[in-house]
């Protein structure tokens, strides 16, 4: 029996129906990976959230300082290394977009360890001033905990509305809207890979996740934050 053999024709038929079938499926696998990342985050920062609150219960109701200033050079802990026992899951501190594999020598479970915070998630300033002459806030001290930042998406441990307005290498920012470090001459420590590309390159477009004060987690726009950080607002624990 004579064995048919395709035609060009018909080759260039199934072609066309296979790339119509990768055109179709290719943006929904990458729909899904996106929306399993965005889970991932989302509850990341539930979980600093909820932490946070346990921490609040054993600390006078008062936010932990993002560090003390007096002693960093000693290596001291900061507020994910304060909030660690009450989580006990270091890998919350790490956006699965994030562009930087952290210094697998940094550990939040080590007071000691120096900079032990990559920078995932960052703590409002306001919030745990780093101010030596002043406490942090309570929680019971906040005008409006639900309209309050408390840790959002961020390429510092802590995140200033200056960082926010005018992205810079010396605060933390939103991820996307600046520059770091110029990584050949000045290694950030806070990771050893593409550094810069958490400046430059959004983690989920033009959205992070937000945890507030309140402790729910909101999906919010950047452009929005950039404008509370212009105007000074409640929700930076401005005017």
């Known amino acids: 029996m004579e064995k048919k053999q395709f035609t060009l024709n018909q080759l260039l038929i199934v072609l066309g129906i296979i790339c119509l079938v990768l055109i179709i499926v290719l943006p929904i696998i990458g729909f899904?990976?996106?929306?399993?990342?965005?889970?991932?985050?989302?509850?990341?920062?539930?979980?600093?959230s909820d932490g946070m609150s346990l921490y609040l219960q054993d600390n006078d109701d008062r936010f932990p300082k993002c560090y003390d200033q007096k002693t960093e050079?000693?290596?001291?802990?900061?507020?994910?290394?304060?909030i660690y026992p009450y989580i006990d899951d270091q890998q919350v501190f790490q956006c699965p977009n994030r562009p930087v594999i952290a210094d697998t020598t940094l550990d939040y479970k080590n007071s000691d360890s120096f900079c032990a915070t990559g920078p995932a998630?960052?703590?409002?300033?306001?919030?745990?001033?780093?101010?030596?002459?002043?406490?942090?806030?309570?929680k019971s001290q906040l005008p409006v905990p639900g309209e309050t930042y408390l840790v959002m998406e961020a390429t510092g441990g802590n995140l200033t509305m200056r960082g926010v307005i005018e992205p810079n290498q010396y605060e933390g920012s939103i991820p996307g809207l600046g520059n770091l470090y110029n990584i050949e001459k000045e290694p950030h420590p806070y990771g050893n890979i593409n550094c810069d590309e958490d400046f430059k390159v959004?983690?989920?477009g033009n959205k992070i996740y937000v945890a507030f004060a309140d402790g729910h987690v909101a999906f919010t726009k950047i452009d929005d934050i950039r404008k509370e950080a212009s105007r000074n607002s409640v929700s930076w624990l401005g005017k």
């Not at 899904?32 to 600093?48: D, Q």
């Not at 050079?73 to 304060?82: C, F, L």
């Not at 919030?127 to 002459?133: A, I």
């Open 32 to 48: 899904s990976k996106e929306g399993a990342s965005r889970r991932v985050c989302s509850a990341n920062l539930k979980k600093i």
């Open 73 to 82: 050079a000693e290596g001291v802990p900061r507020w994910q290394q304060k």
């Open 121 to 138: 998630y960052g703590l409002n300033s306001e919030l745990g001033t780093n101010n030596d002459d002043r406490e942090p806030f309570k």
């Open 202 to 204: 959004p983690r989920h």
